[in-house]
């Protein structure tokens, strides 16, 4: 769960990944609403060598629990970036991050994960180029297939278009591919993608009404599915510099509440609950919580 930010700058242009032309849309109808687990618990650190820890753990609505403990060393000399984590699945995720160090404004990724119970492993190598026109990225799959994952997205005063595509090397075939178009000012961003082999299309709205107030929706169609279209919309409120709340329903009647406070530095309360409107005196409807410390 974030901190609020206490009023934060509205953001200039600068174009997006792929995957984020529709992040102020997608971040308003998603993040911060903690239903989605029954208790969520966040510690952060960090020590007077740079080195940062974080753990958290998450208790499921059916009773499953998880954590995660994660080390990170930074050299901001270099620009390396060194993350170790160890889950209660017994995996070991390790990152090694390289940016700006071969060229400017481009950053090298790879990843490595080892099931020691299994002797699963896995390997990736992500490549990400950005400059103030453009920003591409690449990612490999060394394990599985081996598949070569792209996607690029270029901008100019505001609009943006982006593409994406993944390529099974075995196989020598495109497996995915996508689009998308958006356009971005400070006060508001819309975006049109169409994902899963241009058959599921999405277009999404997000409103900076002021310093307090945000607006956004989302309508998604399936073309190989029925011919509803999905919509959803969602508003957050800023109460105080240091709290805020969210709201958001669908077309189905399911809602959601959120309340998000700091109640001291470093500690940060989360709250949420949701519903289905056309069923209130049914079961089904979930609460949940998180709490995240950070020194």
């Known amino acids: 769960m974030s901190i609020p930010e206490v009023l934060s700058p509205i953001p200039t242009f600068t174009v997006p990944a792929f995957s984020d032309i529709a992040k102020p849309s997608n971040d308003l109808l998603s993040k911060d609403f903690c239903h989605t687990a029954a208790t969520t618990v966040e510690v952060k650190s960090k020590a007077p060598n740079g080195v940062s820890f974080k753990v958290n753990g998450r208790s499921t609505h059916d009773g499953q629990t998880g954590g995660q403990l994660e080390a990170k060393y930074t050299d901001s000399a270099s620009g390396l970036n060194l993350i170790q984590a160890w889950t209660t699945q017994n995996s070991l995720d390790t990152k090694l991050e390289l940016e700006n160090s071969i060229a400017k404004g481009l950053k090298a990724e790879v990843l490595t994960h080892f099931l020691p119970a299994t002797q699963a492993k896995g390997a990736k190598v992500n490549l990400f180029f950005k400059q103030p026109s453009f920003h591409v990225r690449a990612f490999f799959d060394l394990f599985r297939g ?150």
């Open 146 to 295: 081996p598949t070569a994952t792209l996607d690029a997205v270029i901008g100019h005063e505001g609009f943006l278009a982006g593409a994406e595509a993944a390529y099974d090397v075995q196989k020598a075939t495109i497996t995915r591919y996508s689009a998308a178009v958006g356009y971005t000012v400070p006060e508001y961003t819309a975006a049109v993608t169409a994902t899963n082999n241009l058959s599921i299309f999405s277009a999404s709205y997000y409103h900076r009404v002021n310093s307090q107030v945000e607006a956004g929706a989302r309508a998604m169609w399936d073309s190989k599915g029925s011919n509803n279209v999905g919509l959803e919309l969602a508003s957050k409120y800023r109460l105080d510099p240091t709290s805020f709340a969210k709201a958001k329903i669908n077309d189905r009647g399911l809602a959601a509440l959120a309340y998000n406070v700091v109640l001291r530095p470093g500690v940060t309360l989360g709250l949420g609950t949701s519903f289905d409107t056309q069923n209130l005196t049914e079961g089904g409807h979930k609460v949940g919580a998180s709490l995240t410390f950070e020194s």
